[in-house]
């Protein structure tokens, strides 16, 4: 692959930044003194995250886990007070297995590691589970561990023909974090998913790659101690400050975000996410603007540009007999309504799962529908104003997407999808995951002016996608190993069916 001499300067400076900021922040580590785990778990691994809701349903977790990144601190406080006989077979399964990802994190010193991934074919419609974005990538990188007021997680990655061809040397997945109190700030590269969902989020998913940026959030999820507010249960709240790239019709503009979750039962999960574009090159940027946006009054009020988007989300867990099933939902909308501050024009998802063990393993399955038209769960396909209006904007015309991606659902706009999936891990800790997802993308057969409109298919498209894959453990300490393929249908308007084949490989591998 030729690059041309602005995309070598790029890299290049992205190279010398991070390079200098491993450094520093490494030196940092040494100088902190040691407190409470106050590092980050990502979003990525469907296993992980299965043995998590596992134990939160089972109350045995006890804060909401439907905002990705999770505090590792939060999560070792509430095993250790587990009272591991009175788990069941499966709850014991998924309590081994995070506490073994916990003792590995809590290694002391300075960890390296080392990542190889490769994929042949096309990479389309992303979900919960981490894909390589390249055809080839490696990453090197350290870590703290846990156990210290500040935590590092550094890396970069070189990758070989990557998706929309940007980015030769990406810090993805980099951050430093700092423990004041019960806040834990960090700053970095930080991917983020927002919802109960598994096939994507509406508002904020791991679609595309993480933007840089600083954020705060609560890492114990203590509940109030006050009247009324007390009923609200354990609660979480996190707020980041973004950037977004130079290579749009506005450059430059912030990405602000903001979600509060919290459990008034042990069995329901609420959760309220919002999301701003606002200021950029040639924007108004002052305080006054920027209440306005945040209150939704700017555009309605002023005519200052901005574009948010709000999303509201529940799941609800319970029992039949002796099988637990979980039903969940997310709707986000777009613009304000005429009710002043509150959003309109809402997309939506449905979701159904149920889990339990399997001989020695465990499983997971689950049931998703989800339609990006800000018409959720009507028949109407022909009239109204709703078509091309979600993660559009008339002002910030590249839209709710970063570097050609969207930050939303994985279908883009006015597509309907429908996943089924499942997960299942052996008593041997391999990991399989299946999934299918068929629907409709863009609809309409229209997309809003360039720079805007649907990232996956510019006509109307029906798709067919088949996913599977297999992780594991290596013995000896030699660390994780996953394969998938997949292959993906597509039929366009008035064109032939094509196919997109792929496989894919990744290695992982950490060194004291």
């Known amino acids: 692959m030729r690059l041309s001499g602005g995309e070598i300067g790029r890299n290049r400076d992205v190279a010398v930044a991070s390079a200098a900021a491993f450094l520093w922040l490494a030196l940092l580590a040494v ?16 296993q992980i995250r299965s043995d998590i809701e596992i134990l939160a349903d089972a109350g045995i977790l006890h804060a909401p886990v439907t905002s990705w990144p999770l505090p590792w601190a939060s999560i070792a406080a509430d095993l250790e007070r587990a009272d591991v006989n009175a788990l069941s077979p499966l709850e014991y399964r998924a309590f081994s297995r995070l506490a073994a990802l916990l003792h590995i994190e809590r290694r002391g010193g300075a960890q390296f590691k080392a990542a190889v991934k490769a994929r042949g074919g096309d990479t ?3 979900w919960y589970r981490s894909e390589p974005r390249a055809r080839g990538a490696l990453t ?3 870590d703290n561990g846990t156990g210290n007021t500040l935590n590092y997680n550094l890396g970069l990655t070189a990758a070989l023909d990557p998706d929309h061809d940007h980015g030769t040397i990406r810090p993805d997945g980099s951050y430093l974090g700092l423990r004041a109190g019960n806040w834990l700030i960090n700053a970095g590269w930080l991917d983020r998913w927002w919802g109960p969902a598994w096939s994507g989020s509406l508002i904020l998913g791991t679609n595309a790659r993480p933007v840089p940026g600083i954020a705060i959030g609560r890492v114990s999820a203590e509940p109030f101690h006050v009247p009324v507010l007390k009923w609200l249960g354990p609660w979480r709240l996190t707020f980041f400050v973004d950037r977004l790239n130079n290579d749009r019709a506005i450059p430059h503009p912030w990405f602000f975000g903001g979600r509060f979750t919290f459990r008034p039962l042990t069995a329901l999960t609420i959760g309220i996410s919002r999301t701003v574009q606002w200021c950029g090159a040639g924007q108004p940027c002052d305080w006054v603007h920027f209440r306005q946006m945040v209150t939704g009054t700017s555009y309605r009020d002023t005519g200052v540009p901005g574009s948010s988007l709000a999303s509201f989300d529940i799941r609800g867990q319970f029992d039949l007999g002796t099988q637990p099933f979980a039903i969940y939902m997310q709707e986000a909308g777009e613009d304000i309504g005429k009710l002043r501050h509150l959003p309109k024009k809402f997309m939506g998802l449905l979701g159904f799962e149920t889990w339990g063990a399997m001989g020695e393993g465990s499983y997971r399955l689950f049931a998703e529908f989800a339609d990006t038209r800000p ?34 659902y994985p279908t883009d706009n006015d597509s309907r999808l429908v996943t089924l999936g499942a997960i299942f891990t052996d008593g041997a800790n391999h990991t399989w995951t299946a999934l299918l997802r068929g629907g409709v993308i863009n609809r309409d057969d229209a997309n809003a002016r360039l720079p805007g409109g649907n990232s996956v298919a510019l006509r109307k498209t029906d798709i067919i996608d088949a996913t ?45």
Do not use: C
């Open 31 to 46: 100088l902190v003194p040691a407190a409470q785990a106050a590092n980050l778990l990502q979003p990525g691994d469907p």
């Open 375 to 408: 018409k959720f769960l009507t028949v109407d396909d022909v009239s109204g104003n709703t078509w091309n209006v979600a993660y559009e904007n008339h002002q910030y015309r590249t839209g709710y997407r970063y570097y050609g991606q969207v930050m939303g």
């Open 468 to 512: 599977l894959s297999w992780s594991t453990r290596l013995p000896r300490t030699l660390g994780k190993l996953s394969i998938a393929a997949g292959v993906t249908r597509w039929t366009p308007i008035n064109a032939d069916t094509q196919y997109d084949k792929r496989v894919s490989l990744s290695w992982m591998h950490g060194f004291q």
């Open 140 to 142: 090197v990188g350290a």
């Open 124 to 126: 389309v419609l992303r």
